[in-house]
């Protein structure tokens, strides 16, 4: 007899966005006549630049030439990438990360979740609430916890309540954790970290021998100087940090898929002997059991990104979707809501009028203005009564959403 694995049946509901897209077709096939605007998932509206389209060009001409076709390739990524990503994204800043360091993969939200089978099922993991719901889905999958209670919270997994009082930074956790999922600038709240709370988690990480798990996948997004863009930034995160970044937010890849993970050499876990071992290593044997690589062509793209022309480009991409976020910010303040975020993510987050529920506000702003957001409860039990909309929309259907929000009741 086939056995399951159980731990898929503790999860609560479907994963988040496949439910809202159920409830929107429900309303559309129901309502075909109506404009539905979707401002939902983070998902890009913004073409590919045209410095990376055509580097994505010359990759597919290359794979269709016996001379310069390519069959598989190193599962970590091609060092061309790899190299450009260190010397860009790290080490022009300051940042002493090596090419060696960075696996590319085909997404954050698989590495974000993947990346749990090289720790042991013993490990206690702490997230915050709310937060993007991979985490504990897959914390939840990878067998970490019990059951779910009925206020929301898996046993096992240690909360970190992000809320208006405490301006959306979590405390230290009261009881201690093995790995730390942080997200800055952060999904859902689109609040950021300064460098003293960065440091405040790297040093609480190192006293405890925790691994800090670091999506940065918008940082791009940050507008004011003086936030860190990365973890190591901060002193000390090398030992204790891995970070996942992506260039689907970044240069419009959500479709085309690239991203990569930074484990530096330093960061060690443990046996239960106490022996330390080297997370790179096992990540590396993992992604090269488990995964082929992705497309020439896709990271002949990605690397695109870093040419001076790819970067002035993606900067400006990125410039219009923060645009919409200050409309989204000033329409939503002038009718009434509290609003977080929107100055260095891509995310607004709103508290619902006369303590609605998320779901509530859902479907009356769906019926009622015939946009789409997501309901702040798909991200944790601490997002009752917050709805997030993301800016990665066009620009007339932010203008005309906002005027439909307006118009609320
Ligand atoms: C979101 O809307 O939270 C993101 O688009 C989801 C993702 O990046 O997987």
Redesign the pocket.
């Known amino acids: 007899m086939a056995l399951i694995n159980e731990n898929y049946l503790k999860l609560k509901a479907g994963y988040l966005?496949p439910e809202i897209g159920r409830r929107v077709k429900e309303f559309t096939d129901a309502n075909p006549d109506k404009k539905v605007i979707r401002m939902?998932?983070?998902?890009v509206t913004q073409p590919l630049t045209p410095t990376v389209l055509k580097a994505f060009h010359e990759g597919v001409e290359e794979m269709g030439n016996a001379a310069t076709f390519r069959g598989y390739g190193p599962e970590q990524g091609y060092d061309f990438l790899r190299e450009v990503i260190a010397t860009k994204a790290y080490q022009a800043n300051g940042i002493d990360i090596k090419a060696d360091d960075i696996i590319v993969s085909d997404?954050?939200?698989c590495d974000t979740g993947n990346i749990q089978e090289v720790f042991g099922n013993d490990n206690k993991i702490a997230i915050c609430d709310p937060v993007?719901p991979?985490y504990a889905d897959t914390t939840v999958m990878s067998g970490k916890t019990g059951e779910c209670a009925t206020n929301g919270y898996y046993s096992g997994i240690v909360y970190m309540p992000c809320t208006e009082a405490n301006g959306f930074i979590p405390e230290l956790p009261a009881e201690r954790p093995d790995l730390i999922f942080l997200c800055y600038p952060n999904?859902?709240t689109g609040t950021v970290a300064s460098k003293e709370e960065l440091t405040k988690w790297v040093n609480y990480a190192r006293e405890n021998k925790c691994v800090i798990l670091f999506d940065a996948?918008y940082e791009a997004f940050i507008t004011e100087p003086g936030i860190p863009r990365s973890i190591y930034e901060i002193e000390g995160a090398k030992e204790v940090a891995i970070e996942f970044r992506?260039f689907?937010?970044t240069a419009g890849f959500?479709g085309t898929r690239c991203a990569f993970t930074v484990i530096p050499e330093e960061l060690k876990a443990y046996d239960k002997d106490g022996n330390a071992h080297s997370i790179k290593k096992l990540w590396l044997r993992r992604h090269t059991t488990k995964f082929n690589g992705v497309s020439y062509p896709v990271q002949k793209a990605a690397a695109a990104v870093y040419s001076e022309a790819g970067q002035k480009e993606v900067k400006e991409v990125v410039e219009y979707y923060m645009e919409n976020a200050r409309i989204m910010r000033e329409s939503l303040s002038a009718a009434g809501y509290t609003v977080f975020g929107g100055v260095n993510a891509p995310y607004i987050w709103v508290k619902t009028k006369s303590n609605m529920s998320s779901w509530d506000f859902f479907d009356k702003v769906l019926t009622e203005a015939n946009v789409v957001g997501?309901p702040g409860s798909g991200f944790g039990p601490a997002g009752e009564g917050y709805f997030r909309f993301?800016a990665f929309a066009d620009r007339e259907n932010v203008i005309e959403a906002m005027e439909r929000i307006k118009k609320l009741s």
């Open positions: 966005f939902g998932i983070g998902d997404g954050s939200k993007y991979v999904n859902p996948a992506s689907s937010k959500t997501t993301s």
